[in-house]
């Protein structure tokens, strides 16, 4: 498995997850990384950008509450989310942009009203 998100889990509305993404060192060291989500019955959709040297970008939708970030010596990929919507619902996964790699099989969230 090249890549492996985990941190997913069920919480209420308001609340806070952070989803983490690890993977090899040839990876991280070279690559754009990105977290994607596919909501039931929807196509997956790009959420949030880490370059491999800091740089970051975000969908409109999770602006101002989604935080992604790197650690390098880690080779792992992070996803600070808070203010979570059941909108946010969804599996997430992580991959390069645009995402070359195996999609794995992602982690749940699931944010209940």
């Known amino acids: 498995v090249q890549l492996q998100a985990s941190g997913g889990g069920l919480v209420q509305a308001g609340g806070s997850l952070r989803l983490s993404c690890a993977g090899s060192?040839?990876?991280?060291?070279?690559?754009?990384m990105a977290w994607y989500r596919q909501a039931p019955g929807k196509q997956r959709e790009f959420v949030a950008l880490?370059?491999?040297?800091?740089?970051?970008n975000y969908a409109e939708s999770v602006k101002g509450r989604f935080t992604v970030s790197r650690d390098n010596a880690k080779n792992t990929l992070y996803l600070q989310m808070n203010s979570l919507k059941p909108d946010d619902t969804a599996v997430y996964y992580c991959?390069?942009?645009?995402?070359?790699?195996?999609w794995g099989q992602g982690t749940l969230v699931t944010v209940s009203s």
């Open positions: 991959n390069t942009i645009p995402a070359s790699l195996s």
């Open positions: 060192r040839s990876i991280f060291s070279i690559a754009f």
């Open positions: 880490n370059t491999n040297t800091g740089g970051t």
